[in-house]
């Protein structure tokens, strides 16, 4: 089974990767396109995934349109200048292949619009173009309304998984305090929206509807995750969901591991580059996290002889086993944790279900213009305290570290500490506790002896940030980077310097400037030109 489930996905991804077609383009050209999807913004261009023609050769790419343009819709064909940039590969081993990561979704271009976009209203709109541009609406009826701007865009964010305007400093604070899962449609907003929809079903219905009031709330989520883009962690919480009610359907004894099993295999037939995607990864993990922790860290909390208990106290149980069970993948992909982070998700998580479902019947009055003052004034209110908070558990610089070196030998590791975790809370014996100790004994030899090997190596390098050269000194675990005075140190930092020290395993950091005149560097008698 084994050997031809592994043979089916070569299969499909060999299919997958055939399919892609790259074409000829000159530098600068004019091309005709329509939008498939709205990206997240920087702090100068706004982004758009789109399907463009340039002598009549299709195919998907990236523009890049100056924020202070007009924002594109799903209603209109452009026309426009647009200069052609090819992603590259990264130049060093430590820095974020963006080209791949555009690769596995078939996107080989950007362009950047250098010139008058002109516009042609289209007639031919497919019914998902139609979806597509009524949700376009919505968020534009939620800028419109009358709340702050950081509320609009928590609302966007959380309900129709938009989070292309959300400030620089928003998003921070999110990272920071491990709460970025809250601002994300994840496997919580689906089950609290399926939950609402099932307790209205059941509310004005016979219990002996219960089957039709399960299969009306199915409906009901799916129609939400089409109504906001079938997004990919939405269509793998409703995928899941329904595999799962499906069970209760058939009268079959409901069973996680073969929900995510069989929710898996359907994602991955239709885009085996699912495999690769860092939420895709996390989502399931997170699962599997709940299912083997859950009730083990459950009966270590007080007993829940209440309804009231029972929704606190498992929430706070199911939030420590998905953190837990995905903290190796976070400190592997982002290299950052917060301890405080528990202890925000103790406080936040337990009132994210009253959030979700009064953001959901916010975002339900405004797209039906029914604006109602007091409930924006008292929404606006609540959310403003909720950013607060989480901005107070993002400034905790005390208990966040940044820079976590971590392989995947050392992810395995971790994983199998916490396979040993279980076993040791469900029964403190002398064998689980060894087993664990061991495990852990285990993890930090082999991390020491990562460490002592990148140590032993010196190593000098150029690097580029747009226009920008940036050096590197490394000795042992120490470097000293050398950048331009007048350069973006903020960006730098986040690009360059960051990734280089969590993949050396550096200790000590230390950021110097040197003049914008310098041509040329000597190191121990080797002269290196900067280009």
């Given amino acids: ?30 091309i005709i396109f329509k939008v498939s999807k709205k990206l997240n913004s920087n702090e100068k261009y706004k982004k758009y995934e789109v399907l463009a023609e340039v002598d009549n050769q299709s195919f998907q790419a990236i523009v890049n349109v100056e924020k202070t343009r007009k924002e594109l819709d799903f209603n209109h064909y452009y026309k426009a ?5 090819q992603p590259k590969s990264p130049e060093h081993d430590f820095q974020f292949d963006y080209s791949k990561y555009l ?25 998902t173009e139609k979806i597509k541009q009524k949700r376009l609406g919505t968020l534009q009826k939620i800028g419109h309304s009358e ?3 950081r509320s609009r865009e928590f609302l966007k964010g959380i309900i129709l998984a938009d989070r292309t305007e959300i400030d620089s400093e928003t998003v921070q604070d999110f990272n920071r305090s491990g709460l970025v899962h809250f601002l994300a449609i994840s496997g919580t907003h689906i089950v609290v929206i399926f939950g609402m929809f099932y307790f209205l079903m059941m509310r004005f219905s016979s219990v002996r509807l219960k089957r039709y009031a399960i299969v009306i709330s199915l409906l009901f989520i799916w129609i939400f995750a089409f109504f906001i883009g079938f997004g990919n962690s939405v269509v793998r919480s409703c995928i899941m969901i329904s595999v ?24 991955l037939m239709i885009d085996t580059q699912q495999i690769f995607d860092v939420g895709f990864q996390l989502s399931f993990i997170a699962v599997l996290g709940i299912y083997w922790l859950n009730q083990s860290i459950l009966k270590y909390l007080p007993r829940q002889d209440n309804f ?14 998905a953190q837990l069970a995905t903290l190796p993948l976070v400190l592997y992909y982002f290299h950052q944790f917060s301890l405080i982070s528990i202890l925000a998700n103790f406080i936040i998580v337990p009132f994210s279900e009253l959030i979700i479902i009064f953001s959901f019947l916010m975002t339900a009055l405004i797209s039906f213009n029914l604006d109602f003052e007091i409930l924006n004034w008292c929404y606006d209110f609540i959310i403003k305290i909720l950013l ?12 966040f570290f940044e820079n976590i070196p971590l392989n995947l030998t050392e992810v395995f590791l971790l994983f199998g500490i916490i396979y040993f975790l279980k076993f040791m809370l469900d029964k403190l014996s002398f064998r689980n506790v060894s087993n664990i100790i061991l495990a852990i004994a285990v993890f930090f030899i082999v991390r020491i002896s990562f460490n002592l090997f990148e140590n032993q190596k010196d190593e000098f390098l150029t690097h580029h940030y747009k226009k920008e050269n940036i050096i590197s000194i490394k000795k042992g675990n120490k470097v000293i980077f050398w950048i331009n005075s007048s350069g973006d140190k903020d960006k730098i930092q986040q690009y360059i310097i960051n990734p280089y020290v969590s993949s050396r395993r550096i200790k000590s950091l230390e950021i110097k ?18 280009k």
């Fill in 147 to 149: 709340m702050s701007f």
């Fill in 244 to 267: 799962y009610f499906i069970y209760v359907l058939l009268q079959r004894k409901p069973d996680l591991l073969h929900s995510m099993a069989l929710s898996a295999f359907i994602i």
């Fill in 1 to 30: 089974m084994m050997i031809l489930f592994f043979g089916l996905g070569i299969v499909f991804h060999f299919y997958n990767n055939s399919t892609t077609q790259k074409v000829d383009l000159k530098t600068n050209e004019t």
């Fill in 81 to 85: 200048k647009a200069y052609l940039i």
């Fill in 513 to 530: 400037n040197f003049p914008a005149s310098t041509k040329m560097v000597k190191f121990e008698d080797e002269i290196y030109e900067l």
């Fill in 388 to 399: 607060k908070v989480i901005h107070w558990f993002a400034d905790f610089d005390a208990v």
């Fill in 103 to 127: 690769k596995r979704k078939n996107i080989f271009y950007q362009f950047y619009i250098n010139g008058e976009i002109s516009s042609a209203a289209r007639n031919d709109l497919s019914f």
């Fill in 308 to 321: 009231f208990k029972k929704l606190i106290y498992n929430t706070i149980s199911i939030s420590v086993a």
